[in-house]
């Protein structure tokens, strides 16, 4: 799949040449991260919900559904009448993101909350290499610092935070192929965004993913209506509306790669409020998984022509 947009722009990392991405202010550099921030901050939501998990999926797409529609609206965003083949790849995207969804719940039910988020983002691996490939060529040297810095810090977050045992394997391989399912979610909405502001097309993908979620929910026989909302509610707000709206605004002016490299940031932050909210210990190792991530964004950062 390509990435195209109105103009031919230069990509933000040298040697790279993607058309999709424009030159990344401060503020798309800030909603990459933050987006992410609250993304990884959604297992902890899906396990305090007294629905199923796969119907936690629907119900964060259906609560955030009026607000993100009345955002496009005031924002005089399109939701209807877009050309067919950005429906389609809308529709596309929309689907993998209800059984990114379903499979990323399920997991999460079945595994550690430290292993939902680090192999829920197995695709920012598909990312990287992706970026790659559609670029041509070899990365510059600094490219190659930063896949190193992300790829060696989130490993060692992996080998000190994942339990990986018989009893959490399936969850495990459920949250594997969760994040490759992400990983064609964003590839679409990046290629669909040339069309269709953030919020019209976070619309969309809400009303073709919800009720996809919900034959699942109800398929699984499992409970769908809560008796407490307000894990639900903040999973709709926190990884839906803010998560997912930040980095759909930031999807137009990042190649793959960068988007990927941002993913990997998601096991840093799970470890971090992991030490906060749950009291799991932070080594000497784990602040030097954290900071090689850090660091592999501010090489990234610091080759991007800011505009």
């Not at 993607?18 to 990459?32: C, F, G, R, S, V």
């Not at 041509?136 to 339990?163: F, Q, Y």
């Not at 900071?291 to 800011?306: Q, T």
Request: glycine content about 10%.
């Amino acid at each position: 799949m390509t990435t195209a947009t109105d103009a031919h722009e230069r990509s933000p990392t040298q040697g790279q040449s993607n058309p999709a991405a424009q030159h990344p202010t401060t503020w798309h550099w800030a909603a990459l991260i933050a987006g992410n921030i609250a993304l990884a901050l959604g297992p902890w939501s899906v396990r305090l919900a007294d629905s199923g998990p796969v119907a936690a999926g629907f119900w964060r797409l259906a609560l955030a559904l009026p607000l993100i529609w009345l955002i496009a609206k005031r924002a005089g965003e399109p939701v209807f009448g877009v050309p067919r083949r950005v429906a389609w790849l809308v529709a596309l995207g929309a689907m993998a993101f209800a059984f990114d969804l379903a499979s990323w719940h399920v997991g999460i039910e079945l595994t550690r909350l430290g292993n939902s988020t680090l192999f829920g983002n197995a695709g920012s691996i598909v990312l990287l290499f992706w970026g790659l490939a559609v670029a041509r060529t070899m990365p510059a040297r600094s490219e190659w610092i930063a896949i190193v810095l992300a790829l060696g810090g989130s490993a060692i977050l992996l080998g000190r935070s994942a339990d990986i045992s018989a009893s959490t394997l399936i969850g495990d391989l459920f949250c594997i192929a969760a994040g490759l399912l992400y990983a064609v979610y964003l590839l679409c909405l990046q290629d669909a965004r040339r069309a269709l502001g953030s919020w019209s097309l976070l619309a969309r993908v809400c009303l073709v993913a919800a009720p996809a979620l919900l034959l699942v929910a109800l398929g699984r026989g499992e409970p769908v209506w809560p008796t407490d909302w307000t894990p639900l509610v903040v999973l709709a707000l926190l990884s839906q509306v803010v998560g997912q709206g930040l980095l759909v605004f930031a999807l137009r002016a990042f190649p793959p790669m960068i988007i990927g490299l941002a993913l990997l940031t998601q096991p840093a932050v799970a470890a971090l409020y992991g030490w906060l909210v749950f009291g799991e210990a932070l080594g000497p190792l784990d602040l030097a998984g954290m900071a090689m991530v850090g660091a592999a964004l501010a090489v990234a950062r610091a080759r991007a022509p800011a505009r």
